[in-house]
DNA sequence: TTAAAGAGTGAATACCATTAACCATGTGTT
DNA sequence: AACACATGGTTAATGGTATTCACTCTTTAA
């Protein structure tokens, strides 16, 4: 009948987690949100970590949504624009959501994934997937040099397998292996940002984003696209 | 006079947030802890933000000795060596002291630098001014390879002279820009492997991290050192 | 000897989560 | 139409938390 409240209490749910952060998000204030009593919630979710794992659900579609977005965007043929643009999103959304990004990519989700049963690693399968197609088409199209498998360790070659068969990619895991390299670097800098330890110094992030992808396109034979769109 | 119960106070403090993580650290645990009740704490810390401050407080310096100690353990002539074993270090401390590596250099901090006044940015100046010393031995010796200031960015190199005076160094912003590169790599490895999104793959963290240092040594115009020392 | 400072306790307030018992309301069936 | 029942909410109760205040005891200082 009333899945209008459990859509209520998932939108003031996610406004109270991005305002006071996640240990803010408690069922009474989202109770008072929705002009509702504590209990009532216990009808449509598990408690305290149903609320937290209906907003961990809700984020991870709309930030996956971003990015996607965010490539389909670009020229269907420039590669280079469509990997500028993910990773840009990727950036832009990260600041604008700190909190939900701490519980996609950060200490939360550790907390996250204790709380409830089965959650999923949709992160790590999507967005490697969503990179990794951009991927496979520049490997297919044989601009991409990496090593071979006999010249990357064994313990790591097993561990680049594993990534490869979970994300569902279908190239040599010297191009994982490159995958895991840019992300590496990408997964930094967003941490940087987001966490603003060198705020400091680097309150801006765009100009070392900006220098980053420069490099990383290089690693990947590319070069800065000329018509990058940019939300 | 009871200074001693500040002091098992803290330590136990210490202990509940490894424990059970930060969250888990309250008043009334670190209370029962030294067999006393919650308001007692009150004469010693400011309520439960300042024991979270003290523990950060305990938590930095350790970190920091424990860094520097790993470096001074090296043949002081190789540099390598003791970039090498103090960045493999920050990794060992990191994955031994998850909820601490959260409260310096992940979503902790912010949270942290919220509660209580004058927390420092003691984590970027110390680890900065640490490397920092071997990346101006690098530079003195004629062995770094970087961009002219003049390649640089205007606005990334008000950036990275701004942070080179916070810090305390006195090298080209294009050596700065190179420590920054490095520990771009490396934060996001850490977060990786202590926040564990691909840990399905991942697990051991060390193929990769050995990988990334040949990578960044490689970058600096070394090679991994044959008399590494690893604690 | 006495006054004051230090170091703890207990009680009170105000949050929070969670469960249990209870009540209204509408729906479907006989 | 009347009745049973599932649905969706309520209030009440339990127990956890932080924090403040008033009070007591003990030690120190004059």
């Known amino acids: 009948m009333r899945a209008e409240l459990e859509r209520d209490a998932k939108a003031v749910a996610r406004r109270i987690a991005a ?8 069922v009474a204030a989202v109770a008072r949100g929705v002009g509702v009593t504590p209990p009532a919630l216990y009808r449509y979710f598990n408690g305290r970590a149903g609320l937290v794992r209906a907003v961990y659900d809700d984020v991870t579609a709309e930030f996956i949504d971003t990015i996607a977005r965010a490539v389909r965007c670009q020229d269907p043929d420039d590669v280079s624009a469509q990997l500028h643009a993910g990773t840009r999103a990727v950036l832009d959304w990260s600041l604008a959501n700190k909190v939900e990004f701490d519980m996609l990519m950060g200490a939360g989700f550790p907390k996250v994934a204790a709380s409830e049963e089965g959650i999923p690693i949709v992160i790590a399968r999507e967005l490697g997937g969503l990179f990794g197609r951009l991927f496979a088409r520049l490997w297919h199209e044989g601009r991409l040099t990496c090593l071979a498998d006999e010249d990357i360790d064994p313990v790591l ?17 010297g191009v994982v292996l490159l995958m895991v390299i840019c992300w590496r670097q990408i997964y930094g800098l ?32 590319l070069t800065r696209s000329p018509n990058l769109r940019v939300a």
Do not use: W
């Not at 305002?19 to 408690?26: D, Q, V």
């Open 19 to 26: 305002e006071e952060g996640i240990e803010g998000l408690t």
């Open 157 to 173: 070659a097993s561990q680049l397998r594993t990534y490869r068969a979970n994300v569902g990619l279908e190239f040599p895991i």
């Open 190 to 221: 967003l941490c940087m940002a987001v966490y603003g330890h060198h705020k400091f110094a680097f309150e801006n992030p765009l100009p070392l984003f900006e220098h980053m992808m420069d490099d990383l396109l290089g690693l990947l034979g």
